[in-house]
């Protein structure tokens, strides 16, 4: 795919045709190029998990969902408690 830097300064062009040709083979190569790119950060960045395939991995996947919202949830909370009223952005202490 890649050429010499020797090659690109040893072609000459004597016609507007031989410019346009070389155009487009860059342009092939830019695709193809893109081509490889994309397809790789596809396979990195979004795979697809496979769908659950029986009853018990369905069940799991659930439970496992639902266990990140509920400790979410209590994490929001337990932050909300510690710093409600602006007690961590304004200085102002809790009194117990």
């Known amino acids: 795919m890649k050429q010499d830097t020797t090659e690109r300064s040893e072609r000459s062009f004597s016609s ?4 346009r040709s070389y155009k487009e083979e860059l342009r092939e190569q ?8 994309s397809t790789k950060w596809n396979d990195l960045f979004h795979r ?22 509920l400790d979410g949830a209590m994490l929001g909370w337990k932050l909300y408690r510690k710093y409600q009223e602006g007690a961590f ?3 102002k202490r809790r009194r117990k």
Do not use: C, H, W, Y
Request: charged share 30%; hydrophobic share 40%; net charge negative.
């Open 16 to 19: 507007l045709d031989d410019i």
């Open 89 to 91: 952005l304004f200085g």
């Open 48 to 69: 697809e998990e496979p769908a659950p395939q029986n009853k018990a991995q369905k069940i799991m996947k659930v439970l496992s969902m639902g266990t990140g919202v």
């Open 30 to 37: 830019i695709r193809q190029d893109r081509d490889v790119i």
